[in-house]
């Protein structure tokens, strides 16, 4: 497989009990890329992001990330699946922003961004401060440091949210509809932060209905719906002219 990929879902299969929520998904992600996942509340989109950042099991298919066959390790020219540590230690490489703002409540947001790299990359406290406190100035936030998340508005939450994601120094980074908790006039500094991770080159899966964002900093574009890939291509290409007739009617409905 190409160095380049970051992401390669193949055939991904998961069931809830007899409900089929994601059925023969397949998704490519390059290195640097920007890609949109679109499409109508219950299609999977939440579900296939978790099943890349291993917080659900597949029932079948195949997730690699670089290079990496989630949740399986391998010994020799055997594969075993990993142990929940061992997920953790997989997951770490993966950075992920959810609809909901889920930083620690008991934490600043310093601190917030600390946690992980000292207590998961073991980093020396006085370095994994220095980074934390470039990494709030770069999303907006130095004044807020020492600030509580109940302190802080929801889009300045998911800012240090983000900024906690990229403390981690991932590969990539999910974002499960970042924005679609906040009050509307939150969501273009969330946005904003958004785009300049992309233009550093960052890797990032986003599911969003903020056709904006997608049209003007997505790559590709992947419409689900019912758990399965409908349509997906450059973000040019499918916002503008869809291949498939509930693309275009689903595009058309959130504008
Ligand atoms: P989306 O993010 O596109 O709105 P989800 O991936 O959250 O969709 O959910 C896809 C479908 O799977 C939905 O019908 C949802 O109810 C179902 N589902 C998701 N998680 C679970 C779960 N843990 N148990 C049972 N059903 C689930
Ligand atoms: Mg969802």
Known sequence: ???????????????????????????????????????????????????????????????????????????????????????????RR???????????????????????????????????RERAETLLERVGLADKKDHYPSELSGGQQQRVAIARAMGMQPDLILFDEPTSALDPELVSEVLDVMRDLASSGMTMIVVTHEMGFARNVANTVTFMEAGKVVETGLASEVLSTPKSARTAEFIKAVQ
């Open 1 to 91: 497989m190409s160095n380049d990929i970051i992401v390669k879902a193949v055939d991904v299969t998961k069931h809830f009990g007899n409900f089929l929520a994601l059925d023969k998904v397949n998704l490519e992600v390059t290195r640097g890329e920007v890609s949109c996942i679109i499409g109508p509340s219950g299609s999977g989109k939440s579900t296939l992001l978790r099943c890349i950042n291993l917080l659900e099991r597949l029932d079948g298919g195949a997730i690699w990330v670089n290079n990496e066959l989630v949740g399986y390790r391998r010994e020799g020219d055997r594969l075993h699946e990993i142990s929940d540590v061992e997920i953790s230690q997989q997951r």
């Open 94 to 128: 993966i950075g992920m922003v959810f609809q909901r703002f889920n930083l620690f409540p008991h934490m600043t947001a310093l601190e917030n961004i600390v946690e992980g790299p000292v207590q998961v990359l073991g980093e020396p406290a006085r370095q994994a």
